[in-house]
Nanobody, 124 residues
Framework: QVQLVESGGGLVQAGGSLRLSCAAS????????MGWFRQGPGKEREFVAA????????LYADSVKGRFTISRDNTKNMVYLQMNSLKPEDTAVYYC?????????????????WGQGTQVTVSS
């Protein structure tokens, strides 16, 4: 069982940066693929980024590639999402998720554990 708690959301101007953090509980954190998803106002949930359990596989949505970076620290049971060059269309609730897949996956149904979400608002 893994419990996830996100933090770091907030209000930022377009072009700015934010770093989201996800604290995970559970002794087997390092064996989970970790991902970030988001859901904007009136939109469906969408994949943002994922990093495999060993850190060897990493995937990004095309819309964030080159601007966002996912990282993890298995010694601290933490996952991060560094978001640079933010755009108003990045406004959403961002969710941290954990999957028992060993490699990065983009499908939400592949993730077994979800955090409560943190709001990111980018003003123009």
């Amino acid at each position: 069982q893994v419990q996830l708690v996100e933090s770091g959301g907030g209000l930022v101007q377009a072009g700015g940066s934010l770093r989201l953090s996800c604290a995970a509980s559970g002794r087997t954190f390092s064996s989970y693929t970790m991902g970030w998803f988001r859901q904007g106002p009136g939109k469906e949930r969408e994949f943002v980024a994922a990093r495999g359990w060993s850190g060897g596989s990493t995937l990004y949505a095309d819309s964030v590639k080159g601007r966002f970076t996912i990282s993890r620290d298995n010694t601290k049971n933490m996952v991060y999402l560094q978001m640079n060059s933010l755009k108003p269309e990045d406004t959403a609730v961002y969710y941290c998720a954990g999957s028992e897949y060993r490699v990065a996956v983009t499908i939400g149904d592949a993730y077994n554990y979800w955090g409560q979400g943190t709001q990111v608002t980018v003003s123009s």
